[in-house]
């Protein structure tokens, strides 16, 4: 059985990988985004990958350029305050928007509905490719 680590190392993701922020964090603030420390480290190990576990299936793309171009800070703002800490969006997944919270958690999002994906990026990768439909986007943004 394939394993979240596998689909993170067929992605291109190596131990100590390290990638330029500061451009991905200038379009997302330029785009109406908070930039929390949390997502600037996550961006710098993980962004520019497509992890799949199938062609042609949907991927999880981590880019902080195309959440900065896709993301609507509006949703990603009541994210926030339904979940009670900051986040940053990192990707995205089909029509879905990934975030990150202050504390590392992520969380998916799909306008007025989001919910928890993972305390960690292998569980994120669990929760979408390997066993889709164990996370659920069980949270409402009220109005």
Not at 104 to 117: E, I, S, V
Request: hydrophobic share 45%; net charge negative.
């Amino acid at each position: 059985m394939t394993s979240a680590q596998d689909l993170l190392l067929r992605s291109g993701w190596t131990p100590n990988r390290h990638v330029d922020v500061e451009g991905m964090a200038a379009k997302l603030k330029a785009a109406g985004h908070l930039v929390i420390p949390t997502a600037r480290v996550f961006l710098a190990e993980f962004s520019g990958l497509v992890i799949a576990y199938q062609e042609g299936r949907s991927a999880l793309r981590i880019d902080g350029n195309k959440a900065a171009l896709h993301a609507d800070p509006d949703w990603c703002e009541a994210y926030a305050e339904g979940i009670g800490r900051a986040v940053t969006p990192v990707g995205e997944y089909s029509h879905m928007t990934l975030v990150i919270d202050e504390s590392g958690a992520f969380w998916g999002g799909f306008d007025a509905n989001y919910g928890l994906m993972g305390e960690t990026i292998t569980e994120v990768i669990q929760a979408l490719l390997i066993d889709p439909g164990s996370r659920q986007l069980d949270h409402l943004v009220h109005d």
